[in-house]
């Protein structure tokens, strides 16, 4: 499949007569929006500060808490890496410090433990690192690895298929069947959503370009991945070299060689919808495209007007950390923010592009994922690196529901 380099592209036209839109159908009205349409495509400008105050008075409540410090029973977790999360509610948490999946009912009682590690039928590899993820993919299915094994259970852990990856020197390449990528998501039509780190070595001076692949993939009904649509996400010189991080890829005389890199910090964010969209933004600006599997940009939304990313790297300030989307199509924007700080920020917009809500958690947030009506569930860690999963709501005080709005475009 062809691949569509989108992280350069600017989004730039002749601007038509805006027309404002609010929509009080939910409680008090959103902030108010103005609707353009560039190229074809509707471009969305909020009107709030970027700091500033709150649509629809908002709130994260957690409701469930798992961990605890002293490391005893299901709950005393090692390493959390990934959670997945099922239509009843169910979290399945990928401990790589234990080397197995503990499930655990909506309730929070302890269920089973599945995926430990091993050779044999439904058992795990642990050898691997942070690539490892686990992923709920409807009607039953979890899909647990990463790096060159993945495994396929369902939800009593009986094992439904197993994927051997390449081993290097293989790499992955547009059009090739991503062996060696991170399961991340599932659509709504049963495909898979996978990221691919590539560092293709471009001179002899040690001088790489880091490309990162996002790749939807159609399933065989023998849960087999098949090639499928690849995107460019974000492509970037490197230099720095290592022991570990990321493999660098060299091409040439139909073979390909692999050294490795240190892993830079990323200058794009981004989340997959259901739908087979993707949300794409620079972290150092508030702006957000929607972009299908060809590359072709549906919908911008931004706040304010909003300049043109860093060209230098010294120049590259975060103000994004992280986007994630529910099924009602709204969009959670995690700030950046120092270790100091504590806790993790959301600005939050539904599905028509509209403020409507800053949030915050008490605890930092990793590997977040976002259900319906609001629902949140994240990794956290203490100061002594003892980690908890949290499961939150987004819950208005005016009783304002979660819902997928009519857009006014």
């Not at 979290?91 to 655990?104: H, N, P, Q, T, W």
């Not at 370009?209 to 939807?216: C, F, G, K, L, W």
Request: charged share 25%; net charge negative; hydrophobic share 35%.
């Amino acid at each position: 499949m062809k691949a569509f380099v989108v992280a350069t592209v600017c989004l730039i036209s002749l601007m038509p007569r805006p027309i404002d839109a609010e929509d009080g159908s939910h409680g008090p009205p959103p902030q108010g929006i103005v609707v353009d349409t560039v190229g074809g495509r509707p471009v969305v400008t909020n009107r709030f500060p970027l700091r500033g105050g709150d649509a629809g008075a908002w709130r994260l409540v957690e409701e469930l808490g798992l961990g605890n410090v002293a490391g005893d029973g299901p709950e005393g977790f090692g390493d959390i890496r990934d959670l997945a999360v099922d239509p009843t509610g169910r979290i399945y948490v990928l401990d790589a410090g234990s080397k197995e999946v503990r499930v655990f009912g909506r309730d929070g009682a302890y269920l089973r433990t599945m995926a430990r590690e091993g050779e044999g039928p439904g058992e795990v590899r642990y050898r691997g690192g942070p690539s490892r993820r686990t992923t709920w993919r409807a009607p039953g299915q979890l899909w647990i690895g990463g790096g060159q094994q993945y495994l396929v259970v369902d939800t009593l852990g009986n094992e439904l298929h197993r994927t051997a990856g390449r081993r290097y020197p293989g790499m992955f390449f547009p059009g090739e069947v991503p062996r060696s990528s991170s399961v991340i998501a599932a659509g709504t039509d049963g495909s898979l959503f996978s990221v691919e780190y590539v560092i293709a070595m471009e001179s002899p001076d040690d001088i790489g370009v880091s490309h990162t692949y996002v790749i939807r993939s159609p399933v065989s009904a023998d849960y087999e991945m098949l090639p499928g649509d690849t995107l460019v996400i974000e492509t970037r010189n490197t230099v720095e070299i290592g022991t570990g991080g990321e493999p660098r890829a060299t091409r040439g005389a139909g073979a390909i060689s692999v050294q490795h890199v240190e892993a830079e910090d990323p200058r794009f964010v981004w989340t997959v919808e259901g739908d087979g969209t993707l949300w794409l933004a620079h972290r150092s600006r508030y702006r957000f495209d929607k972009l299908t599997f060809t590359g072709d940009t549906v919908l911008t939304v931004q706040v304010g007007d909003v300049p043109a990313p860093p060209v230098e790297e010294p120049e590259f300030v975060p103000v994004l950390a992280a986007l994630a989307s529910s099924s009602e199509g709204w969009l959670w924007v995690q700030r950046e923010e120092s270790e100091a700080e504590g806790g993790s920020t959301w600005d939050i917009l539904d599905n028509c592009g509209r403020y409507r809500a800053t949030v915050s958690a008490p605890v930092g947030l990793r590997r977040v994922e976002v259900g319906a009506s609001g629902e949140l569930h994240g990794i956290s860690s203490d100061e002594l690196g003892i980690d908890f999963v949290h499961r939150f709501r987004l819950r208005s005080e005016v009783g304002t529901p979660v819902a997928a709005e009519v857009c006014p475009f």
